[in-house]
């Protein structure tokens, strides 16, 4: 399974973005998608995921509210519009996906993006 992210930028404080994560496989709806995120210096942490049927989500706390995770099992890719933000949501966003596992421990999803750059100037 291959994955790529996009749709990282720079944007100021209190902007929007909307980033993009392409999944290869057409067996796509039996994946549970999770975007992380690694700020600079700190350790990679979990952000949100979704569900196969998109029917669930999960959010950290510090971005519940202000970003949301969805679907389209037709294009067989996974969204994370992020409204609101802040310079703290500064990072390498990566998404993640997992046929078993949906929930927020990073080690248990077993393929990986190469990750896109979020600056959100003050």
């Known amino acids: 399974v291959q994955l790529q992210a996009s749709g990282g930028g720079l944007v100021q404080a209190g902007g929007s973005l909307r980033l993009s994560c392409a999944v290869s496989r057409r067996t796509f709806t039996r994946y549970v998608m999770g975007w992380f995120r690694q700020a600079p210096g700190k350790e990679r942490e979990f952000v949100a995921a979704i569900r196969r049927s998109g029917s669930s989500t999960y959010y950290s706390d510090s971005v519940k509210g202000r970003f949301t995770i969805s679907r389209d099992n037709d294009k067989n890719t996974v969204y994370l519009q992020m409204n609101s933000l802040k310079p703290e949501d500064t990072g390498l966003y990566y998404c993640?996906?997992?046929?078993?596992?949906?929930?927020?421990?990073?080690?248990?999803?077993?393929?990986w993006g190469q990750g896109t750059l979020v600056t959100v100037s003050s």
């Open positions: 993640a996906a997992d046929l078993f596992y949906d929930g927020s421990k990073e080690d248990e999803y077993g393929y």
